[in-house]
T-cell receptor
Framework: EAGVTQSPTHLIKTRGQQATLRCSPISGHTSVYWYQQALGLGLQFLLWYDEGEERNRGNFPPRFSGRQFPNYSSELNVNALELEDSALYLC?????????????FGNGTRLTVT | GDSVTQMEGPVTLSEEAFLTINCTYTATGYPSLFWYVQYPGEGLQLLLKATKADDKGSNKGFEATYRKETTSFHLEKGSVQVSDSAVYFCALGRINKFYFGSGTKLNVKP
């Protein structure tokens, strides 16, 4: 089974620009989560999508947004990029079944803002 | 509210040494507990999990036991290898909510 895939692997943008990051979940997984991992720090929860709807968001400004498509893939958009947005952005998916399903992560998109 | 606390790193060990990475949690009810591992330049991989008290999760020589009385889920390995060098994250999971520790970097020297 293919894992969670993210694209692009690396992205370099200039301050003030917009970035779009993409994620394809494992087949059969309907929930997609986005996390930010700044260098040397832990994971900060950004957004959770399920069945095409935004279900929860972390403590991030509105310029961080996204969507989930009918095929359950997802897109994270970051507008008006700031230097401190430089980080590894991780996408994870989980199975909708009964009980607590673990998150399965992609390898991330490394965003560098100059 | 729910939270996870894990020991700060980095932890530096020699090959074949015994590993313990401490993890404690705060939660009501019965969450699931997980350990994830992150190798350089990669995302997090699920290492092991436990879903109820006294469950022992194990994988690749790593073990952790869900201790409700001490609210702990310490990660152990009897003999580490250089290839185990990575960052380890303890996590608490509920349905559609996950709480991660800050990560512990492990360096294993030959």
């Amino acid at each position: 089974e293919a894992g969670v895939t993210q694209s692009p692997t690396h992205l370099i943008k200039t301050r003030g620009q917009q970035a779009t990051l993409r994620c394809s979940p494992i087949s059969g997984h309907t929930s997609v989560y986005w996390y930010q991992q700044a260098l040397g720090l832990g994971l900060q929860f950004l957004l959770w999508y399920d069945e095409g709807e935004e279900r929860n968001r972390g403590n991030f400004p509105p310029r961080f947004s996204g969507r989930q498509f009918p095929n359950y893939s997802s897109e994270l958009n970051v507008n008006a990029l700031e230097l401190e947005d430089s980080a590894l952005y991780l996408c994870a998916s989980s199975h909708p079944g009964q009980g607590i399903s673990p998150l399965h992560f992609g390898n991330g998109t490394r965003l560098t803002v100059t | 509210g729910d939270s996870v606390t894990q020991m700060e790193g980095p932890v530096t060990l020699s090959e074949e040494a015994f590993l313990t990475i401490n993890c404690t949690y705060t939660a009501t009810g019965y969450p699931s507990l997980f350990w994830y591992v992150q190798y350089p330049g990669e995302g997090l991989q699920l290492l092991l999990k436990a879903t109820k008290a006294d469950d022992k999760g194990s994988n690749k020589g790593f073990e952790a036991t869900y201790r409700k009385e001490t609210t702990s889920f310490h990660l152990e390995k009897g003999s580490v290898q250089v290839s185990d060098s990575a960052v380890y994250f303890c996590a608490l999971g509920r349905i559609n909510k996950f709480y991660f520790g800050s990560g512990t970097k492990l360096n294993v020297k030959p």
